[in-house]
């Protein structure tokens, strides 16, 4: 391997030392160089030279762990973080963690309330059974209004020519009265408890 290839590659060491700063975690050589290499093409020396140059000028911090070098951002320059600071966080990790068991929560009944909407009838089916249903209830309102009719044209002296004719049918009838209007399909008052006035 050539003294070249061991040489920090130029802003090599700028590149690392923001990683490290914005990751504020601890790394090896080995961890560096598979996080950037694809991003910035490094070499691995290049990315080993360029740790151990930052680590001499104190601009990083390095230890043993083991037989392998560590890596990581020097924390003095990482404000304090006080008791109080700590404890605010975790109050809003909290209030957080709430709103989104809520959010989680209304998002279920949201699911379950459009999984009901899609199985229901759609736009054009609703407008279609509506559609049936009013042409049933003008079949309905049709035929009450037929009957009012028919009952307000059945005039007492209209009622007594029809008796008198049935009577005389009957006369020659060998069954009951009752019988009679069975076999014609007729109706009478009494059929449904309708009795008129005296005149």
Same mark, same amino acid.
């Not at 762990?65 to 951002?73: D, E, N, R």
């Not at 304090?80 to 209030?95: E, M, N, P, W, Y």
């Not at 042409?135 to 029809?162: F, M, S, W």
């Given at each position: 391997m ?10 090599a060491? $700028? ?24 991003e ?6 290049? !990315? !080993? ?8 000028? $104190?601009k ?24 109080? &600071?700590?404890?605010?966080? &975790? ?11 809520s ?28 559609? @049936? ?8 309102? @049709? ?14 002296? @209209? ?13 020659g ?11 014609? $399909? ?7 408890n !309708? ?5």
């Amino acid at each position: 391997m050539s003294k070249g290839r061991a040489e920090a590659a130029p802003g090599a060491p $700028g590149i690392l030392l923001k990683y490290l700063q914005e990751q504020n975690r601890p790394y090896s050589a080995q961890d560096v160089f598979g996080n950037l290499q694809r991003e910035h093409g490094l070499g691995k020396a290049a !990315v !080993v030279k360029a740790l151990e140059q930052l680590a001499q000028q $104190g601009k990083i911090k390095e230890k043993m762990y083991g037989k392998q070098k560590i890596y990581f951002a020097d924390q003095d320059q990482f404000d304090t973080v006080s008791d109080a &600071d700590l404890q605010s966080l &975790d109050a809003k990790i909290v209030t957080l963690t709430a709103k989104v068991q809520s959010l989680q929560q209304s998002c279920r009944q949201m699911e379950a309330e459009l999984k009901e909407l899609t199985s229901a009838l759609t736009t054009p089916e609703m407008q279609k059974e509506i559609q @049936e249903l009013k042409k049933e209830c003008a079949g309905y309102t @049709e035929r009450l209004k037929n009957i009012k009719a028919a009952t307000n044209h059945v005039t007492p002296e @209209e009622k007594e020519q029809a008796t008198e004719l049935c009577d005389a049918i009957l006369e020659g009838y060998p069954k009951s009265k009752k019988q009679f209007f069975e076999e014609v $399909g007729m109706e009478t008052d009494e059929d449904y408890n !309708v009795k008129l006035p005296d005149p």
